[in-house]
């Protein structure tokens, strides 16, 4: 399927229940409802393959914007810093780019589905309740930097599976020590 923006992964499951009449659907690979592309599903007794598949590499074309962060990583989250003029230089955006390739240990954001003593994160986050996650290792087997116009980047991320693109936004914006929020995602 090719999710479009504002609805979830689950409203993706739902709606191709109503339309196929299959109770049985499943995902691979959860999109936040900002992101559009790739969501591959399951139907029937072929749900049972996720677990063969559930792991498999990811690439994504995004838009970063630079000049602050936000509490959710993305656009629909509150600004966290003061906003600051940005105009990027590729290749100083380049080096910091260099420091995300290959294995990194990522703290997935606040506002996420990875489960605290059996809560969602987002949920604890949205009661403004501290919300803190242990790194994971994932891989960034290729990060190419596409355009930068502004305070905007566009790039190119081959990752494995786990690997939070918003995450990847926000720690960029503080290497540069500007802060940087995710605008936009696409899994191809």
Same mark, same amino acid.
């Given at each position: 399927?090719?999710?479009?923006?504002?609805?979830?992964?689950?409203?993706?499951?739902?709606?191709? $229940?109503?339309?196929?009449?299959?109770?049985?659907?499943g995902h691979l690979g959860t999109l936040d409802p900002l992101a559009t592309g790739v969501l591959p599903l399951?139907?029937? @007794?072929?749900?049972?393959?996720?677990?063969?598949?559930?792991?498999?590499?990811?690439?994504?074309?995004?838009?970063?914007?630079?000049?602050?962060?936000?509490?959710?990583?993305?656009?629909?989250?509150?600004?966290?810093?003061?906003?600051?003029?940005?105009?990027?230089?590729?290749?100083?955006?380049?080096?910091?780019?260099?420091?995300?390739?290959?294995?990194?240990?990522?703290?997935?954001?606040?506002?996420?589905?990875?489960?605290? @003593?059996?809560?969602?994160?987002?949920?604890?986050?949205?009661?403004?309740?501290?919300?803190?996650?242990?790194?994971? @290792?994932?891989?960034?087997?290729?990060?190419?930097?596409? $355009?930068?116009?502004?305070?905007?980047?566009?790039?190119?991320?081959?990752?494995?599976?786990?690997?939070?693109? @918003?995450?990847?936004?926000?720690?960029?914006?503080?290497?540069?020590?500007?802060?940087?929020?995710?605008?936009?995602?696409?899994?191809?």
């Amino acid at each position: 399927m090719d999710k479009p923006a504002g609805w979830t992964s689950h409203d993706v499951v739902n709606k191709i $229940r109503r339309i196929t009449g299959e109770h049985s659907v499943g995902h691979l690979g959860t999109l936040d409802p900002l992101a559009t592309g790739v969501l591959p599903l399951l139907l029937g @007794r072929a749900t049972r393959l996720a677990k063969f598949y559930g792991s498999s590499d990811k690439v994504y074309e995004a838009t970063i914007r630079f000049g602050f962060a936000t509490t959710t990583y993305d656009t629909e989250g509150e600004a966290t810093t003061e906003a600051v003029p940005v105009s990027l230089d590729p290749e100083q955006l380049e080096l910091a780019l260099a420091q995300f390739r290959g294995p990194i240990e990522q703290v997935p954001p606040a506002f996420s589905a990875k489960k605290i @003593r059996g809560v969602a994160a987002y949920k604890l986050a949205r009661r403004d309740q501290v919300v803190e996650l242990a790194p994971v @290792r994932v891989e960034v087997y290729s990060l190419e930097l596409v $355009r930068v116009s502004g305070d905007t980047a566009e790039l190119r991320v081959h990752c494995s599976s786990g690997t939070y693109i @918003r995450s990847l936004a926000h720690d960029l914006g503080g290497v540069l020590g500007c802060g940087a929020h995710l605008v936009d995602l696409r899994r191809t």
